[in-house]
C-alpha cells in the first residue's frame, strides 16, 4: 500500500532521518524528519494556476508545537493549542526568511508550508529540524523551488563551536547561532551572543553552513528517488521589450528622484512617475498592468544599484558608510519609570521601560513545560510611523519578529535576578520609520534602562547593513534607507556593545553570498555601531544608581526553608494578611529568596518587620511588644513576634493583686511583655512585672493600686500555672486528680 522512501544521516553524533511516502500523500510533498528522538511532519502543497493579477508571492509558512508532543496537556480553560505562540510565530519566520527567496521569481501561485512537531525528546531543537523537513518537502514537492537548503545550530562552549548543540550545552554556551544555506552560500543568519567579536561570529557562521552539507547531499538523494515532476513557470512574454521602453522613458526621471533626500518628497516624486507609466503603457483591459508595474521596479532597481555601484554615493548623497544624524533624549516621560527618544534620520522610536515584581512575570506554557520570562520587550509599529493609513488589529508575525531581535540584542547584557529582581517590561513606539526601526529599538531601549536605573553590563546599539552585488562588483552599505533594503541584495543587522557582538541576523536576497563579503559588512558595522553608541553617551553616559521615584519599591529578604510555610501559613492565610494589612506585594521562591514589592517604601519596611517577627524565635529576658488575643478568668493570652502566643498569668501583671484580668487589659489591647523562662519541652512564661507599658495600661494599673490593690507575695519559680508558647497548652484550673481504688 505505501513506497515509502527513507534517507538516513550519522549527523553530528546523532541519526536524522528523512522518510517520505506513507504520511500525508495527498500533499504535493510531505515528509517526516526526525533527529535524536523529536520528529517534525512538513507538508507543502501549491496552486496549480497562479493569479495573473498577483504582483507578490503568496507564501504562507505555518509551524506549530502540539502540546502532546512533550507529553503535556494545555493549560487553562481551553484544553486544546490556540493562537500560535510567539515562538512558534519566530520559528515560522526562521524557515520563510531562506526558503523565500529561492522561488522562481515568476512563480505567483499561493504556496503553504506546514511544520507540525509531532513528538519533542527535550534534548534536540524542533527549529532546526523544521527548517530540514520544509526544505525537503519543498524539493519534493515539484514547486519551482531552486533548493535545497540546509540548516544548522551551532554554539560556542569554552572557545570551541559545537555544532547542533542540545538544550543543556546551550545553558552553557556563550552563543546561539541558527545559519540556513545552500550547497553554494549562506542565505539567513539568526543569533544572540555574549559580547562575542566579529571574527568569533564568523567563524560559527562558516562551521555551521560546513555542517549543513551532508543533509543537503542527503535531501538531494532522497529526490531523486521520489520527487514529483518539475512545474513549469511560463514567464510573460514581452517583459524585456517592455523593461526597455520604460528605462528609456523614465529611467532619466527616477535618477532625478532618488536624489531628493526627504523621503515624502522622493516618495512622491517616485509615484508621479509610476502614474505616467501605467497611463502609458497598461492596455485598456488592464491585462498587462502586473507586467508594468513588475518593470518598473525593476528599472527602478537598476538605477538605483548601478548609481551605487558606480559612483559609490546613495539616495541622499551619503557614503557607504555614512551614518545618518542621529539625536538621543532621555526622561521624555518624567513620570514613567525610564524613557528615551532615539531618532536616526527619518526613523524614530519612543522607548519605555516599566518594572514590576514577580507577580508581573509573564507565564509561558508550550509543549516543553511552564517557565516564567522576567523580561519582555514588545515592538510597535503603527501605520502613521510610514505616513500610511492602516488597519490596527493583532500583532503581527514582523512586529514579533523584530521586537525578539532586539530582546535577543539586550539580553546578555542585562542583570541576574539576584542582582536586580524586578521585572523589566520594555515597550518601543516606533513614530517613524524609514531604515531599520528594530535597530532604533535596540538603542532606544538601551538608553531607557539606563535611565530606570536597570544596571545594564554595558549598552547596547543597533546597526543595519545592505548589500548591492551585480556580477564581481558589490558595494556594503551602512545604515541602510528602506528604498535600499527593498532594492537591494541583503539585509544584515548587527547589534552589541564596545567590546563585542550580541546579536546578528542576516538576510539574503540573492542565492548567497561570500565570507569575504560578511566579513566586510561585519567589520563595516562594527565602526558604526561605535558611532552609535558614542551618540547615546551624549543622553546618558552609565545607568542610574536609583530607581525612580515612581517606581516600586523592591528588596529581598532569605527565608529559611524551613520557615517558608510558617510565612505563607495554613491556605496562604498568614501571606494573604501580610498582603493585605500592609499592601506590599510578596513573592517567595522556593528555595526561600522572597521579593517585597510595593510603589510605598514605607510598605516594605513594615512588611520586612512582620515577616522578620515571624521568622524570630524569643530569647530570654527579651522585652516584646505583644496583642492580647484571648481573655481567661486567671489571664490573657498574648500574640507576639507574629506568630508566638503565651499566657501571662494574672500574677505576673503588676506588682499588686488583680481583681480582674480586664481591669488591666482585655481582647485587642496591646501590652509589653518580657520572657522570664525558656525550656525545652518549648514552655515559655511572660511577665509584665517591671516592664515599661502603653500609657493606658500604665493608667490602669496605678488606679488600682490607687484604690486598694494590696502587695502580691513572690511566687515559686515551680507554680502550675505557668504558660506554654503557642497557647496550646493550657494551665489547668482544676487541681490534683486524686485516683480511688
Known sequence: MFTVYKKQIDWQGRQLTIETGKIARQADGSVMVTYGDTVVMANVCFAKQGNPAMDFFPLTVNYFEKFYAGGRIPGGFFKREGRQTER????????????RPLFHPDFKNETQVTCTVLQSDKENDSDIVSLVAASAALTLSGAPFMGPIGAARVGYIDGEYVVNPTFEQLEASELNLVVAGTREGVLMVESEANELSEEVMLGAVTAGHEAMQVVIDGIIEIAEAAAKPGYEVIS???????????????????????????????QAALDAIRTEAIEKYVDEDGSNDKMVKTQLKKVEADVLRGSVLKTKKRIDERSTTDIRPIVTEVDVLPRTHGSSLFTR???????VTTLGGGRDEQLIDAMSGESKDRFMLHYNFPPYSVGECGRVGFTGRREIGHGWLARRALSAMLPTKEEFPYTIRIVSEITESNGSSS???VCGSSMAMMAAGVPMVRPVAGIAMGLIKEGDKYAVLSDILGDEDHLGDMDFKVAGTNKGVTALQMDIKITSITAAIMKEALLQAKDGRMHILGKMEEAITETRTEVSEHAPGMETIKIPTDKIREVIGTGGKVIRELIETTGCQIDIDDDGMAYLTAVNRAAIVECKRRIDEILCEPELNEVYPGLVVRVEDYGFFVRYLGKHEALVHVSEMADVRIGKVTDIADNGDTVNVQVTNLNDRGRIRLTMKGVDQPEEITERIAKIVETGGSPRPPRSDDGGDDSNGGGDKRPSSRGPRRRTA
Open 345 to 351: 534620520g527619518e526613523t524614530q522610536a519612543i522607548v
Open 88 to 99: 512558534e510565530i519566530l520559528t515560522c519566520r526562521l524557515i520563510d526568511r531562506p526558503i
Open 236 to 266: 510573460p512574454e514581452g517583459t524585456e521589450e517592455m523593461f526597455k521602453s520604460l528605462e528609456k522613458d523614465f529611467a532619466k526621471g527616477i535618477t532625478k528622484a532618488y536624489t531628493l533626500r526627504l523621503k515624502q518628497e522622493r
Open 439 to 441: 535597530m532604533a529599538t
